[in-house]
């Protein structure tokens, strides 16, 4: 009897230390994994082959539609093409502002910023109750002081 609990018991520890596998853990060997949970996924380094695509190449054609890193279209409103380091010194609005870009930038504002900023600007949203750091107020004497461009493309962009 003693020794069926014993072999429970144990066979309990070893189940209980395989699903939580001891993560966080510094080894000085590699741990053991019974199933790797995406935690060791290959990497491949520019220009090397893999054996995974039927052409074998790692580097992956450009998807028709995508915008080289550094330069912004904003396609959907036929507004002019600028390099990202160009919008960042932009003192006007580059469009014209009327109610329908108004309503737009409050749109968007509402749904990708004020879940941080807070619906007034002031940085106290809601993600900073869930210990996320308070992001910079919108009444700061910094965000006051730039230029309208700026704001533009801050909202353009995010």
């Not at 209980?16 to 510094?26: E, I, K, N, P, Y």
């Not at 935690?39 to 039927?54: I, L, M, R, T």
Request: aromatic share 12%.
């Amino acid at each position: 009897m003693v020794k069926v609990i014993l072999i429970t018991l144990g066979l309990a520890l070893a189940g209980t230390l395989a699903v939580l596998g001891v993560r966080g853990q510094h080894f000085r060997s590699r741990p053991w994994q019974f199933w790797d949970d995406m935690v060791d996924q290959p990497k491949y380094k520019v220009q090397e082959g893999s054996d995974f695509y039927a052409d074998g190449r790692v580097n992956r054609p450009i998807p028709a539609g995508t915008v080289a890193w550094g330069y912004s279209v904003w396609r959907a409103e036929g507004w002019m093409a600028l390099r990202a380091e160009d919008l960042y010194s932009v003192e006007r609005i580059p469009v014209k502002v009327d109610r329908a870009l108004m309503n737009k930038g409050r749109d968007l504002f509402n749904t990708y910023c004020a879940a941080c900023h807070d619906q007034t600007g002031s940085g106290k949203g809601i993600t900073t109750q869930y210990g996320m750091l308070n992001p910079p107020s919108y009444h700061s004497d910094r965000l006051r002081n730039v230029p309208d461009g700026y704001i533009f493309q801050v909202i353009t962009e995010g």
